[in-house]
């Protein structure tokens, strides 16, 4: 079996398999971070550590390219944890185990972290390779942006003196990005007002699983089921039946990955179970049909299960079923002036019972800040009629495309030269960090561009080998042909 690391450019996949071994999800970056400092340092390349936990690398510039302009490679450090149900994995503790499958390599059982574990190779492959030629660099590496941009909010002008930033953390290769969604976490509660179980009463878990899931940004559009909206479904069918009672729900698990799993815990009479169960085998038949060909694994389970000490009062019951059906998820609206673009969309991903409260997370993009404020408000209005109380954290704002951007028509003429093929300029409905970074670096020139990755933020994560390879080569020669300070003045 070939391993990874014989993979060219061989590098990059060294340095990927590097980080596989070394557990990063968000918020657990510190040991990664640790590891490229002491490599960075054994190589005398400068390093600083923000104090969000930001870490900047420099490398001069190759001799006789000291007058060209500056630029910041940038990634972010952490990765999403997601595994398959039947998989025991500690993402703070045990290693990813990639592989080859045919073109792509995958990950047993568990995200992979291509996204932006690739970019992040790369970007350390370039101080690693002294045959790469470049200007003034520096490496931008940005903490928690899988979970909250953390990193990003936290970077302080001043900090870097680069002009152009390169973000490696897109999924397409052949598309180059120039624009992104902004997005807000809607975070909701609302307080679980118990009653005791009815004597007569069995327990049962109702189960939802078998879905994809994926990126709910650039994967909202394709149609993708979303086990949370579908539990939410059947349990508006089971309102049809007052004896049935909820003791708790909970589904997905963060609010960046659509849900691919979600159960409830109910109980009912015994007589009931099998008017329940048909009324099950029906959904499953129709969602069978409806998702044919984007989610053909879906399963619906109805088990036994420990009968609680607890179930949710009727009021509660009813209110929160009927907001989880109406809580908008999907997208809300497409873009007038990119065809195929969405403008706005929201996720309804994570759905919790704890114990005194239900929480319920949403993550809402948009391209403009009108219509993420637009969601947003429809969200709060509909959990505000169940008596939930919704906070907005973590605003951030979108990235605006520069149709006058020197990096971008430099990128679009290599890679016509490269592969004589011109790259779609695109806006991608997803969070990259490059809005932030905008906010506090205005004069920056920024364009966003990697490999194809499919299925990120889930289990199905896979990068293409072919167009990392491609990535790498592109990357090296933009570097080579940035132009000098009065060259891009010149051109301004």
């Not at 590098?11 to 596989?20: D, E, K, R």
């Not at 708790?248 to 009912?268: D, F, H, P, Q, Y």
């Not at 019951?317 to 999907?330: I, T």
């Not at 169940?386 to 290599?414: K, V």
Request: with cysteine.
């Amino acid at each position: 079996m070939t391993e990874i690391t014989q993979l060219t450019p061989h590098l990059l996949w060294q340095f990927f398999n590097t980080l596989c071994s070394i557990p990063h999800p968000s918020g657990h970056e510190a040991a990664v971070r640790q590891w490229i400092t002491d490599w960075a340092q054994e190589r005398g390349l400068a390093t600083v550590q923000d104090t969000v936990g930001n870490l900047i690398i420099r490398k001069a510039a190759t001799p006789g390219m000291e007058q060209r302009q500056g630029v910041i490679l940038q990634a972010h450090m952490d990765m999403v944890p997601q595994a398959n149900a039947d998989v025991n994995h500690d993402f703070t503790k045990d290693p990813i185990q990639p592989y080859i499958d045919g073109d792509w390599v995958r990950a047993r059982g568990t995200t992979l972290g291509a996204d932006n574990g690739i970019g992040l190779a790369g970007c350390l492959a370039v101080l690693a390779d002294d045959k790469v030629q470049h200007g003034p660099l520096e490496v931008l590496l940005t903490i928690d942006e899988e979970s909250g941009m953390t990193g990003a909010f936290g970077l302080e002008p001043g900090m870097l003196q680069g002009k152009i930033l390169l973000n490696t953390d897109s999924e397409q290769d052949g598309d180059v990005y120039m624009g992104c969604a902004g997005g807000v976490d809607a975070n909701i509660t609302l307080p679980y007002l118990a009653e005791s179980v009815p004597a007569d009463h069995h327990a049962m878990r109702l189960t939802i699983k078998g879905l994809r899931g994926g990126h709910s940004g650039i994967n909202i559009d394709e149609g993708r089921a979303s086990a949370n909206k579908l539990l939410a479904e059947l349990l508006m069918d089971i309102s049809e039946h007052p004896s049935i009672r909820l003791a708790e729900i909970n589904g997905g698990t963060l609010r960046n990955a659509i849900a691919r799993e979600a159960s409830a815990l109910l109980t009912l009479p015994a007589d009931v179970k099998k008017v329940l169960s048909e009324q099950i085998a029906l959904r499953q038949l129709q969602y069978k049909q409806e998702f044919q060909g984007v989610d053909d694994f879906i399963t619906l389970e109805l088990v036994p299960a420990e009968l609680p000490h607890r179930v949710m009062n009727t009021d509660l019951q009813q209110k929160l079923s009927s907001a989880l059906m109406a809580c908008p998820h999907g997208v809300m609206q497409m873009s007038r002036e990119m065809d195929g673009a969405v403008q706005s969309s929201t996720n309804l991903g994570v759905i919790s019972t704890e114990s005194e409260h239900i929480y319920v997370q949403c993550l809402i993009r948009s391209l403009s800040d009108a219509g993420r404020d637009r969601v947003a408000n429809a969200t709060a209005a509909v959990f505000r009629l169940a008596g939930a109380h919704c906070q907005f954290d973590g605003a951030y704002p979108g990235w605006q495309p520069d149709p006058q951007s020197n990096i971008m028509r430099l990128l679009l003429d290599t890679h016509k030269e490269l592969f004589d093929v011109v790259p779609e300029v695109k806006v991608i409905h997803a969070g990259l960090e490059c809005g932030l970074f905008k906010a506090i670096y205005p004069d920056w020139d920024m364009v966003s561009f990697g490999p194809t990755i499919q299925g990120a933020h889930s289990p199905d994560e896979r990068v293409h080998i072919e167009a990392v390879s491609r990535f790498w080569q592109l990357l090296v020669r933009v570097l080579r042909h940035i132009p000098e300070e009065k060259a891009v003045s010149r051109q301004l």
